[in-house]
C-alpha cells in the first residue's frame, strides 16, 4: 500500500486539525492556524465537502488509502453496533496505532516504519504488516538485538502518554493489549457520522 510522503503541515493546516503528530507539522499548525494557499479566507464548504474533510482526518490520521478505508467500513457495518463507532475502533486496533499508543514509536508514520523493518514481535513472531488488528491478550514485543532496544528503550523513556486499554513493561520492552478500545478511547476529533453517510451513498 502507498503512503503519503507530501508536506505534512500543509494537511493539518488544510484540515484544520492535529492529524499528524510530529514537531514541524504541530508547529505549522500552531503558527498559521489557516488553509495553506495565497488566499487566507476560509470558504463556507458544502455539506460534501465537510464529510470530505472529516473522511480524510480519518486517512491521513491512521495512514489509510481509499479501498482500505472502504474495506474497513464494509466490516464496521456487518458488525453489531454503530457503524461509524466501529469504523473508528477498528482503525484504533491497527497494530502501527497500538505501537503508537504505547509508546514504541513518536508517531504512527515513526510506528509503520519500524514494523516495516521488522523490528516488533507479535505474540512472539515477528511480524512486518501495520494493518495487522490486533485483539486482548496480544503481546507486543522489540525483537531481541541490542540496537533495537537502546532506540526503543530511548522512545519510551522520552515519555508519549499511555492509554488505559494498553499496558506497558518499560524493563521488558513488552506491551500487553488488555482489553479491545472503546469509542472513549480514540483521540482523533471527528464526525464519523458524515463519513458514513458519504461513504454510504
Known sequence: MGRYTGPKGR???????????DAGATRALDNRNLPPGMSQRRRKA??????????????????????QLRRYFDKARRTKGNTGEELL?????????????AGFAMTRPQARQGIVHSHFQLNG???????IWVKPGDVISIRNRPNLKKVYGELVD????????????????????????GIEDVSLPVDVGQVVALISR
Open 11 to 21: 494537511v493539518n493546516r488544510r484540515l484544520g486539525a492535529l492529524v499528524f503528530e
Open 46 to 67: 458544502s455539506n460534501y465537502g465537510l464529510a470530505l474533510i472529516e473522511k480524510q482526518k480519518i486517512k491521513f490520521y491512521y495512514g489509510l488509502r481509499e479501498r
Open 89 to 101: 475502533i477498528l482503525c484504533e486496533r491497527r497494530l502501527d496505532n497500538v505501537i503508537c499508543r
Open 125 to 131: 513472531q515477528t511480524v512486518n504488516k501495520p494493518s
Open 158 to 181: 522520552s515519555g508519549r502518554p499511555g492509554c488505559a486499554w494498553i499496558t506497558l513493561d518499560k524493563k521488558a520492552l513488552e506491551a500487553n493489549v488488555v482489553t479491545a478500545p
